[in-house]
Nanobody, 128 residues
């Protein structure tokens, strides 16, 4: 069965950068959407970014716009999240996810239910 796996998490000082990677195994799929989510301690999981196939652009949560850049390689079914100017509030477990039937919704609250596959998560810690 298809699986997603994240890598690249770690500990960094405020203002630093990290790059997260997501790769798929167990099959090749043309995912309608690939997204990143995160969950901080004591908070609900929230959408960070989402990219649909085709020329539809990239969607970001307001909290990360201008600091994070998401990309995907459709033939390889892989994704990257470049995180710059990291803040302590970015500390969270970050998840890669993919949808087989839905494009990214303009409403971020719809992203989670639209995802069909999830990675196990990679920890990002931003502290001084």
């Amino acid at each position: 069965q298809l699986q997603l796996a994240e890598s690249g998490g770690g500990s960094v000082q405020p203002g630093g950068s990290l790059r997260l990677s997501c790769s798929a195994s167990g099959g090749t799929h043309d995912f309608y959407a690939m997204a990143w989510f995160r969950r901080a301690p004591g908070k609900e999981r929230e959408g960070v970014s989402c990219i649909s196939i085709g020329e539809r652009g990239t969607l970001y949560a307001d909290s990360v716009k201008g600091r994070f850049t998401a990309s995907r390689d459709n033939p390889k079914n892989s994704a990257v999240l470049q995180m710059n100017s990291l803040k302590p509030e970015d500390t969270a477990l970050y998840y890669c996810a993919a949808a087989e039937y839905y494009y990214c919704s303009d409403d971020l609250s719809n992203w989670e239910d639209d995802m069909d596959h999830w990675g196990q998560g990679t920890q990002v810690t931003v502290s001084s």
